[in-house]
């Protein structure tokens, strides 16, 4: 009875597991089917379905929707006609960059030439290609190169102490893309009148440099000096905005060449927030500005120390060149002395993002590298003032900055030389532009104020002061309110519109004390482009809050000698 009792049992457990092992595969299969269907949906997938699913904001660093197409046919050619190339751009390339070379040669060095110069036997390989529609007349397309290259590059360097040293270019890399553009379009064969040609990015760039039977150490300083300068070559010679014109057709192409098109006024008003790099005290930055990254060019503020909240309301000037693709960017450094300055932050911005003529204030998140946008990590922000003022703009448009104004007979005595000379650049008195007027400020309301009573109210009150003059006026206290309104005006006499600020703190009222409730801190550009504004600020150093405010310029004439 027994054995017919196991048999049935195990009849049925092995009917059991038959049927489970049957469901498991059968499911297993249904789930390869479906994967296999998702891979094959993945596979048909084209790059806009791509951006349909995944927002921009979420897609790795890695991640790069290329619109260049390959280019497989020219490197084989290239490769061909290499020989060629190496010896007819060699010549060309020496020629064209030891003027500059000489241009930008360290003041340690007596002179800076090449004593050999060839491209080597590999070739640049262009991996891929796009067309422009920059709105041109003509054609314009980007390629994108990569070489890794054995050129033979010697430099023949000699110092003011007779030292004479070799030195070999070695182990270069690079990575970019150049715009080429043909233009413009005429009815004659071969259709062009012209080709530019320019390094529109530089990607990478490397290089090291070895003296030929020496070490370049022995000289401190000489191989960063160097390295800087041959960056700088490659960067005034080529790099974008810079381009190189080659004539098709006879013709002027004077309108091809670079030249400026605009001045950008900056005013470098502050910065909040940003990480500490001392491990004693606190950082104390400085910032370095700059449209082209070239040594004439870039402009550096002064140092505010042991201060991670620093105002500087700083002003600079820089001229474009070509407003739609370039950009301003700003490195904020901690100054360690004489060490190299430690890297904070950096930002930049489009000017094709400001509108000619118009104040743009501007409050930029700083990222460790301008390559790789997506940081999160906070570093702290930059406030900038921006104004594109563009060559001939018409409409009433009066550049403030701009220096046309004539001195009186007593500033020219104070603004003369030791010897009674005056002093004079580019034809031009060396001058700040002083603006006098009267600032008619009018503190209106505020708005979502954060509490600061255990009532969960405030007694607020403002104050509204001048940097440069350190004037300040007071408004009265509203009390038990969160959405104050005063509709209070003040006037102020400000001796230096275009360097003065006008700084403005909201503070609650107690019977002991006051408690801070945040700043805005506001520059008077706009104002003296505009004549009178109203507009809403956000206090800085606040949980919440805005604050509304009315501004009016009216600015007092000079007469001044016509001499």
Not at 400 to 414: D, G, M, Q, R
Request: charged share 25%; proline share 5%.
């Amino acid at each position: 009875m027994s054995f017919v009792a196991g048999l049935v049992i195990g009849l049925v457990v092995g009917l059991a597991l038959i049927v489970a092992f049957v469901r498991s595969e059968n499911a297993r299969s249904k789930q390869r089917s479906e994967l296999a269907g998702t891979i094959a949906a993945f596979a048909r997938m084209t790059v806009e379905d791509s951006r349909k699913l995944l927002s921009p904001e979420f897609y790795p660093s890695w991640v790069v929707f290329s619109q260049r197409q390959k280019l497989t046919w020219l490197n084989l050619h290239l490769e061909k006609i290499w020989p060629y190339v190496n010896e007819a751009a060699s010549e060309l390339i020496k020629a064209n960059v030891e003027p500059i070379l000489e241009q930008y040669r360290p003041v340690i060095l007596a002179s800076l030439t090449f004593s050999k110069f060839t491209l080597g036997t590999v070739a640049p390989q262009f991996t891929g290609i796009s067309i422009v529609e920059d709105g041109t007349e003509g054609i314009t397309m980007e390629m994108e190169m990569q070489w890794d290259g054995n050129p033979n590059i010697i430099l023949d360097i000699k110092t003011y102490l007779g030292v004479a040293l070799p030195v070999q270019v070695k182990n270069i890399a690079f990575t970019g893309v150049f715009r080429l553009m043909f233009g413009p379009l005429v009815d004659e064969f071969p259709c062009f009148g012209a080709v530019c040609f320019s390094l529109r990015q530089k990607k990478k760039l490397d290089f090291t440099l070895k003296v030929i039977g020496g070490d370049l150490s022995t000289i401190p300083g000489l191989s960063d000096a160097i390295e800087t300068t041959i960056r700088d070559a490659v960067e005034d010679s080529i790099t974008w905005p810079v381009r190189k014109v080659i004539p098709i057709l006879p013709g002027d192409y004077s309108d091809l060449e670079l030249k400026p098109v605009g001045i950008l006024e900056v005013k470098l008003v502050q910065a909040k927030d940003l990480t500490n790099k001392d491990i004693i005290g606190k950082s104390d930055p400085f910032a370095v500005l700059y449209v082209r990254p070239l040594r004439d060019r870039m402009k550096k503020g002064r140092t505010i120390n042991n201060q991670l909240n620093p105002v500087w309301n700083e002003h600079f000037e820089f001229v474009i060149e070509d407003a739609s693709t370039q950009h301003l960017v700003v490195k904020i450094y901690d100054d360690e002395g004489l060490q190299a300055a430690e890297l904070i932050g950096c930002a930049q911005i489009r000017l094709s993002e400001l509108q000619p003529g118009k104040v743009k204030d501007v409050w930029l998140n700083l990222v460790k590298d301008l390559e790789i946008q997506r940081d999160n990590k906070n570093r702290g922000q930059v406030q900038l003032e921006l104004l594109y003022c563009p060559n001939g703009m018409q409409n009433g448009f009066t550049n403030p900055f701009a220096k046309k104004y004539t001195e009186t007979s007593l500033e020219k005595v104070f603004n003369s030389g030791a010897d009674g000379r005056d002093v004079v650049e580019n034809g031009d008195k060396k001058r700040d532009v002083i603006v006098r007027g009267v600032l008619s400020v009018t503190v209106i309301s505020a708005e979502d104020l954060a509490p600061t009573d255990l009532m969960g109210k405030a007694d607020p009150y403002v104050v509204v002061a001048l940097k440069k003059t350190e004037s300040k006026n007071k408004t009265r206290v509203v009390n038990e309110s969160l959405n104050p309104v005063w509709n209070q005006t003040f006037d102020f006499v400000v001796e230096d519109g275009l360097h003065d600020m006008l700084i403005i703190e909201v503070w609650d009222h107690d019977t002991f004390g006051k408690d801070y409730m945040g700043r805005c801190i506001l520059t008077l550009t706009r104002v003296l482009l505009e004549g009178e504004y109203k507009d809403a600020f956000p206090l800085d150093g606040a949980k919440s809050g805005t604050i509304n405010l009315n501004l009016k310029w009216n600015p007092q004439p000079i007469y001044r000698d016509s001499s």
